[in-house]
């Protein structure tokens, strides 16, 4: 029963993989771009990760401690955009977008072995822009990041990270 039942499982679920490789659509909240970043690898009492989502509406912020991805030691803030503001980000965004579709950044074909990162995914229309964590053209992969976390309003992870519970030393 066992043999039958996993090619079925797997047949099963192969539409659904190929409706998600399909076209990519922006997080919930219409978000225009998220931010990622990882430690590296650490012992649980020092490893952390964010994302920070940039929409017209509200910049949020989720800061998870350890290696946990829900509960009590993931935080999250959030702070609203006004129009103007929201506006402004849109455009800033939208600027990096271009770049990305005009050259687009490839994924470095010698990534460090646990080594923290961060990334991001632009969401202009329907599509999906990636800056990789690990790139192969640092110096264009870094000005679009550090131009995505001077978005980020003062203090908005700092207030996910105490949002959230650090794990016991």
Same mark, same amino acid.
């Given at each position: ?26 997080? =919930? ?17 020092? @490893? ?10 509200? #910049?949020? @912020? ?94 908005? #992870? ?9 794990? =016991?030393?």
């Amino acid at each position: 029963m066992t043999r039958l039942f996993s090619p079925l499982l797997l047949l099963a679920l192969l539409p659904a993989c190929t409706l998600a490789e399909g076209e990519v659509t922006a997080p =919930a909240g219409e978000a225009l771009a998220v931010l990622s970043a990882r430690s590296p690898s650490v012992a649980p009492s020092y @490893a952390w990760s964010y994302d920070v989502t940039l929409a017209a509406s509200a #910049v949020t @912020a989720r800061y998870c401690h350890g290696y946990e991805t829900e509960g009590p030691a993931c935080g999250t803030a959030s702070e609203p955009l006004g129009p103007e503001a929201g506006a402004a980000l849109e455009a800033r965004i939208a600027a990096f977008a271009a770049d990305l579709t005009a050259a687009p950044i490839a994924e470095s074909l010698d990534p460090p072995i646990g080594g923290g990162a961060t990334a991001a995914v632009l969401y202009p229309g329907s599509s999906a822009l990636t800056v990789p964590g690990y790139p192969a053209d640092t110096a264009r992969a870094e000005a679009i990041l550090a131009g995505l976390e001077a978005l980020i309003p003062a203090g908005l #992870v700092e207030a996910a990270a105490a949002a959230g519970e650090a794990p =016991a030393e």
